[in-house]
């Protein structure tokens, strides 16, 4: 395989439009990579595009060849198929755990070239930006830059949010994109619930200062799949000593998929696209761009639009996140959220079946539905969800932050879960959902390393924290905040069997009830409150059509295009069967 390696590049350095070579990594495995490049043409010494993919080459459009085409013959793009995927067979997918062996050996191989200059630029969408992220795992020196779309740096979390098992994203996705690999996947994803050394090769908490010398360009989305690991990607990535951008869009993967109220709303990954291009071409992003472009959320209209009256629903540039201000609403007897917390109130109580779970109805997911939609269509007529609603807002209330609730609960079993939906409920009835979370109880002291599961004694209240992730949105006065708690909420997660076995073994195990308590005098939900003032808005349209003044037609025709394909990637079509 190496004299085959050599063969194909002796051949490319002739004249390669595109050649497919095997590059062999240091455990002796080789994967597919595709060239191209034009090396009758511009510098003899070309920086090089590179997309590492789980997807397969034919089956979708390369965003590094749409960046190629645009930045020009100095640049030769490069597109490999992560271990398991496309060409590269003979293991199976490692689910991203060797791609920092992977690109490192890959960058040596590709900067050692006759015709390559020795700097990569690397870009990537949801899985293969989860590839692009690991990719700084082992420092390779040769990364200059990034462009990554829809990932995290968490993926424990975006596996186990919680502790929970996150059951339609981790599961559809394995099974759509890899069928035949599907059951080992499975197994080895929840074989693996504790945060231990298993995760080792992609955890990036704490070493981006170390790993990320390098300026970057990132992606997100208020309701996608990957939205707290892509805001810790951009707080991480900026350890480092060099600038990264960032641009928060309302749906991320969620637009492909329907995106409810903010379909409408999609020009976030063409800025995205704009700011990339002009950093790999050596240029600057203009001073009005600044660290972070957000999406503040707002108000459905009637007809389940984005209401354009409203104080959101509009672009934000802002350096950073701002501060915010904690406001805790209480739970309160009779179904109130209160700023003032009660002296005195009985504990309520349900009965959870898992057998019988809340069913999802939006939210940050891929495979189901996602968005903002109306939650009281799978709560009415439920006893086992608690629901509370704060009085009509005096003023309209801005947050921007983390949102999370503290319960005080109990239990008769030895493991359950606790879920929380925050929602916006309107004059007119409508609870549509701003994000949710959840918390299995053995993993209530946290899922970071060294924390091991812990049971708990029937009778003894705990308290728990449950992070709903963060966001951006402004709830108009007259309206009101809405609290509901429960148990369950599938398929986004998997039902928690109330047994307290293991994931591989639970289905082994008999499905409890569980009856379980919410202490609501101590419970509260916190939501992140800053002024509208922090929040100055950006007419992104203008901002765009002015970078597309200055730099040409070819360069907006090429933005829509690496846009589009984003898009697309983002939306899972390229996915065949492995």
Known sequence: MLRATAVAALLCTALCEEQKVMITMRDGFNLSTWINCDLDKGSTKKTILFETSTYTHHGTEEIVVAMKEALGPDYCAVRQDMRGSGDSKGQDFSLWRTSGNDSYDSFRWLAGQPWANGDVYQTGVSSDGLGSFFSVMDKPQWLKKQFVMWASVLPHNFVFPGGAFRDALTNGWLAAIFPRQFPALRHEARANEFPGEWWNPVNMTGKCADLVDFPAVLLAGWYDIFLQGNLAAYDCYNEGPSKTYMVVGPCGHCQIWGCPVYDSASSQSELAAAMALDTFAGGKVPELIRGITLFVLGSADSSGGMDKSGPGNYWSTVERFPSFTERKYYLRSGGVLSEQQATEEAPLSYVYDPSRPVETRGGNNLMIKCGAMDQRVVEQNRTDVLVFASSPLGEDLVMTGPLRAWLEVESNATDTDFTAKLTHLYPDGRALLINDGIARMR?????????????????????????????????????????????????????????GLPLTEDFEGKQLLAQNTVHIKSSYLSLPIVSKSDLPPFDMEAALEAYYTERGPAFKAAVKKVAQIARDKAAGIAGVEK
């Open 443 to 499: 993993w209530r002291d946290g899922t970071t390393g060294g924390v091991a599961p812990k049971p708990m004694v029937p009778g003894t209240v705990y308290g728990v924290e449950i992070s709903m992730w963060n966001t951006s949105y402004i709830i108009p006065k007259g309206h009101r905040v809405r609290l509901s708690v429960s148990s369950s909420n599938a398929p986004r997660f998997q039902p928690n069997p109330n047994n």
